[in-house]
């Protein structure tokens, strides 16, 4: 597929891009969801705001507004952005011209299993194969971004949190409740909690990592955990780790993640996140989930400390 001309930084980010998307395997058939909740609702909450507010300028009718904010998700790596920006490009009839660009953006969602792009490829067949990916993709503008990460509130995280299903919605809320008693912003630690399980408390991985916050036998004991696959233990002993990785590291989310996964013995070892694609792309998703490279100690905790720091 042909790119559009374009400074080769800007074409390259974009190609790396697609190919971790297309490694990370993390896009699903159908990104709806059976309980009526936005097909974006497991996106990360800065993400799903400019899907939400996509979809909002949609419905006002202001097409060009959608198609901004759809693209901004999608140069991020959302494969809905993908699908929503290609969808309005084209079946929007003030933007047929640019039909060929939204087979190309259709057919980037499709190779990743989303089924409404694979079914919109088909309707639009008769325009032909795409040349181009829309130039918005290509552009380095990070000011949609920007603007979406300064108003992602607790309340779009927990937008987040209620659209999830039965007992995955329990355990994001025993996380919410336990994190600020570890001093850890609850944002940050559903960002791991989804990365490590999703929310399943069940699960085990092939290193006989268990649970919600898939701790692995050394990490349970050294923590106090008991029974592993006891949700509640199992938060306390992740958070407890959490805790105690983020004060080594000086509250710096990339390195504690990165040790989260790797162990803070390879941290140290390569002075930074460790060079294994593995690593990088769990602090990838980590960042991407939580907005900031810097811990933000909940306000509630950091006032009690200032209190008792003063009795």
């Known amino acids: 597929m042909p790119f559009p001309a374009c400074p080769l930084f800007i074409r390259a980010r974009l190609i790396g891009?697609?190919?971790?998307?297309?490694?990370?395997?993390?896009?699903?058939?159908?990104?709806?969801?059976?309980?009526?909740?936005?097909?974006?609702?497991?996106?990360?909450?800065?993400?799903?705001?400019?899907?939400?507010?996509?979809?909002?300028?949609?419905?006002?009718?202001?097409?060009?507004?959608?198609?901004?904010?759809?693209?901004?998700?999608?140069?991020?790596?959302?494969?809905?952005?993908?699908?929503?920006?290609?969808?309005?490009?084209?079946?929007?009839?003030g933007m047929a011209h640019q039909r060929s660009s939204a087979i190309s953006v259709l057919a980037l969602a499709a190779r990743q299993g989303h089924e409404g792009a694979e079914a919109l490829l088909v309707q639009g067949a008769d325009a032909g194969p795409g040349e181009d990916l829309p130039h918005c993709l290509l552009s380095d503008d990070e000011s949609l971004l920007a603007d979406a990460e300064a108003v992602v509130p607790h309340d779009v995280v927990d937008r987040f949190v209620a659209s999830l299903t039965g007992e995955r919605r329990s355990h994001a809320r025993l996380i919410q409740r336990l994190a600020p008693r570890f001093r850890i912003d609850s944002r940050l630690a559903l960002a791991i909690v989804r990365t490590e399980s999703n929310f399943n408390a069940a699960a085990r991985s092939p290193k006989n990592a268990q649970g919600l916050m898939q701790l692995i036998p050394e990490t349970a004991a050294r923590f106090g955990v008991r029974d592993a696959m006891d949700p509640e233990q199992n938060v306390r002993g992740g958070l407890a780790y959490l805790r105690w990785l983020l004060d080594r590291f000086e509250g710096d989310v990339v390195l504690a993640a990165a040790a989260y996964n790797a162990g803070e013995g390879a941290v140290a070892r390569f002075s930074g996140v460790p060079p294994y694609a593995e690593t990088q792309e769990y602090v990838r998703r980590i960042v991407a989930f939580y907005r900031s490279s810097r811990h933000q100690t909940p306000l509630a905790q950091t006032a009690a400390d200032g209190k008792a720091s003063r009795s």
Do not use: F
Request: net charge positive.
């Open 17 to 93: 891009l697609m190919l971790a998307v297309l490694a990370s395997g993390t896009a699903s058939a159908s990104m709806a969801r059976e309980n009526g909740a936005p097909a974006w609702s497991d996106e990360p909450p800065v993400l799903a705001r400019l899907l939400e507010d996509g979809y909002r300028a949609e419905i006002r009718k202001q097409p060009h507004q959608a198609a901004a904010r759809y693209c901004a998700a999608a140069r991020h790596g959302s494969i809905e952005g993908q699908y929503m920006l290609g969808r309005l490009l084209l079946l929007e009839r």
